[in-house]
């Protein structure tokens, strides 16, 4: 088996370059169509780190096309059938985009994360040891750290642009984003996703604690699923063996990298300090296990 080719930043002359995101490379086919490519970065606090991380837009590609398949009589996505070695020009952008790329319909993205819980950590749990509520939303007292959560909490929040951070908002804020309706059907298949993934993953081994979606509309106003889906940038991912209320579980996601970066004296504003190649590594083989997982 080859090694993959790492990539950290596209260059691909051949088409418009649209956006460069955390992640994602987007560039111009035509008017109707977009090149995502997802590199091996990592961002970790809104920040992009400098070292790639191998193999990791692979996996990420694959998980998300898996997740937008078992999907598909829930949500339409923005998937189109095109190669993306179809819509380049040279064999190095080819070796670009292998195994990394979709080309995907260009539809108007919403201004909002649709951030889904099904379990008390991370930034959920420091406000619920504040305030007894995580986003607003009241929960019974002395949970404990990791718990699963009476029920499935939508926490939708902004969409910051790179360098910046997402800030949480009510529902209420939402509907004035969206309108009611577009908010409606956002939380509903938000809630609708996880709770279906994540009876997937645990019988797999892997608990789902949270999420984040992305949605867009398309040219008739229907809510589409959009970026990536349920992968372990966009998902916290714990082995359901390790798994026990009062203790912060091992991951399966960047997690890992975060929990290394918290023993550091770094102020979480950029440049983003640079990794041990032991971290690298771990982080490459926790990602690959979730694929394996995921897709056995």
Request: no cysteine.
């Given at each position: 088996?080859?090694?993959?080719t790492t990539v950290h930043r596209t260059d691909l002359p051949g088409l418009k370059r649209l956006h460069e995101g955390k992640v994602r490379d987007l560039y111009e086919v035509d008017a109707q169509h977009m090149l995502i490519v997802t590199t091996d970065r990592l961002s970790a606090f809104d920040v992009i780190l400098p070292d790639p991380i191998p193999g990791k837009g692979q996996v990420l590609s694959e998980v998300?096309?898996?997740?937008?398949?078992?999907?598909?009589?829930?949500?339409?996505?923005?998937?189109?059938?095109?190669?993306?070695?179809?819509?380049?020009?040279?064999d190095d952008e080819r070796r670009q985009v292998a195994g990394r790329s979709v080309v995907v319909k260009r539809l108007k993205a919403l201004p909002v994360e649709a951030i889904v819980r099904g379990y008390l950590i991370g930034s959920g749990w420091k406000d619920y040891q504040r305030t007894g509520a995580v986003c607003g939303i009241e929960l019974p007292a002395e949970l404990e750290l990791a718990a699963k959560l009476p029920q499935t909490l939508y926490t939708p929040s902004t969409k910051a642009d790179v360098g910046g951070h997402d800030e949480n908002i009510d529902y209420a804020r939402t509907e004035q984003l969206l309108g009611a309706d577009v908010a409606a059907r956002v939380r509903e298949l938000a809630i609708a996703i996880y709770e279906r993934a994540a009876a997937y993953a645990r019988e797999r081994g892997i608990i789902i604690a949270d999420t984040k979606f992305e949605f867009g509309l398309d040219d008739k106003g229907e809510v589409v699923l959009i970026d990536e889906?349920?992968?372990?940038?966009?998902?916290?991912?714990?082995?359901a063996d390790q798994w026990q209320p009062g203790h912060n579980p091992p991951s399966f996601d960047k997690q890992f990298v975060r929990d290394y970066l918290e023993t550091l004296d770094w102020d979480k504003t950029p440049p983003g300090p640079e990794l041990p190649e032991t971290i690298i590594r771990q982080t490459a083989e926790k990602y690959e296990e979730a694929r394996r997982r995921l897709l056995q």
């Open positions: 088996m080859s090694t993959p998300s096309a898996f997740w937008f398949r078992q999907l598909a009589d829930l949500v339409p996505n923005h998937l189109t059938d095109i190669r993306p070695e179809d819509v380049v020009n040279s889906v349920l992968t372990p940038d966009s998902s916290r991912f714990w082995p």
